[in-house]
């Protein structure tokens, strides 16, 4: 199920004296089963161009179809379109509000209509995904549950209706290193086991370069990039001057380049640093 966008353009409170361009002339083309990765810097357009992606708002001008689906066409099954397109807020556990996991994790399901051995089997399937003990959790209030495990049943609650594709708005924002390790975890296991299209965003390049299939770069609201991780961070230097923070081993090979060491600022882990210096340290060239 590919989702296109085709010169989409957004606008806050157009016509008012608040007028403000998210979104100017986007294009782009999610393909099935693709990880994504959408950065940028807090304004950039992330947040805006997720939110377009099932619908929850329509583009001022411009188009995007899901599965042949044009969003904005009137007639068009948006709710359908929500079904197969599950979208995760920054905070989601703000949002949890039933008595126990498992009725909160089972509320999408029910809206559907499904009978209870169907929810039950969506609920179990949902928890295990996010690694959560049904056994041991399913039963107790979600007020009970850590910061991290309450983020897991957030997401549960979006696994449950089984989206054909993902997306997650910053997911990692507010947890602690242990806790960000473990969710993006989570979510590259269920990328590798489901086979789901997966769109992440994230101000961190840091936290998704090692795990996604593809980076989409925003900044003021327009898609300045968009590649495989090795060839966006080819251009670190830009990166870093639109104030993105590169990971820290591409900002070690920027300042060698600032040396005059002659190496591609394109490793963003210590295994690909190595494989590029190699040659150099071989040939006999120092490093210092």
């Known amino acids: 199920m590919s989702i296109v966008i085709e010169h989409l353009n957004y606008v806050y409170m157009q016509g008012g004296p608040y007028e403000t361009r998210a979104?100017?002339?986007v294009s782009l083309t999610i393909h099935d089963?693709?990880?994504i990765g959408l950065i940028g810097h807090t304004g950039s357009g992330k947040s805006t161009l997720v939110q377009h992606l099932n619908g929850l708002i329509l583009p001022t001008s411009g188009k995007i179809t899901v599965d042949g689906m044009d969003l904005a066409e009137k007639g068009t099954d948006r709710r359908a379109i929500r079904r197969r397109v599950g979208l995760v807020f920054q905070y989601p556990e703000n949002q949890l509000f039933e008595e126990t996991v498992a009725k909160d994790i089972a509320f999408g399901p029910k809206n559907l209509g499904l009978g209870e051995e169907e929810i039950d089997r969506r609920v179990r399937t949902a928890m295990r995904r996010v690694a959560l003990d049904y056994d041991k959790l399913a039963q107790r209030s979600v007020f009970e549950l850590s910061g991290g495990q309450m983020r897991r049943v957030a997401i549960a609650g979006v696994l449950a209706m089984e989206p054909q594709t993902l997306v997650l708005d910053e997911p990692c924002a507010g947890l602690d290193p242990r806790g960000r390790e473990e969710i993006l975890g989570l979510i590259s296991d269920l990328h590798r086991e489901s086979g789901a299209t997966i769109v992440m965003v994230s101000h961190s390049m840091e936290?998704?370069?090692s795990n996604v299939d593809r980076l989409i770069v925003m900044e003021k609201g327009?898609?300045?990039m968009t590649d495989a991780p090795s060839e966006v961070f080819s251009h670190a230097a830009e990166l870093v001057s639109m104030g993105l923070n590169v990971p820290c081993m591409t900002q070690v090979l920027l300042r060698l380049q600032q040396l005059g060491v002659n190496v591609p600022?394109?490793?963003y882990t210590v295994e690909q640093a190595a494989?590029?210096?190699?040659?150099?340290?071989k040939g006999g060239a120092q490093i210092c």
Do not use: H, Y
Not at 275 to 281: K, R, V
């Open 33 to 35: 089963g693709e990880f």
């Open 265 to 267: 600022a394109s490793a």
């Open 207 to 209: 936290e998704i370069a």
């Open 275 to 281: 494989d590029l210096l190699e040659p150099l340290l």
């Open 23 to 25: 979104l100017d002339d």
């Open 222 to 224: 327009t898609a300045v």
